[in-house]
C-alpha cells in the first residue's frame, strides 16, 4: 500500500485494472477474415488476477 501512495500521481485505477493511464488506448480492428480483434495498453495490475482462485 505504502508504494501506491507514492506514486499516486502516476497510477490511475480504471474499469479493468490498474494503470499508469486513467483510459486505456485500445485498437479495434476487424481482419480479412472478418474476425474481431481488440488490443489494449498492458495495465500494472488487472482485477481478473486479484480475484481468489476458482472464483
Not at 11 to 20: A, E, K, L, P, R
Not at 23 to 38: N, P, T, W
Amino acid at each position: 500500500m505504502p508504494i501506491l501512495l507514492t506514486l499516486q500521481g502516476c497510477v490511475y485505477f480504471n474499469d479493468d485494472g490498474i494503470g499508469t493511464r486513467k483510459y486505456r488506448d485500445c485498437v479495434e480492428y476487424y481482419d480479412a477474415e472478418g474476425i474481431y480483434h481488440c488490443e489494449c495498453d498492458e495495465n500494472l495490475v488487472d482485477y481478473d488476477d486479484l480475484k481468489p482462485k476458482g472464483e
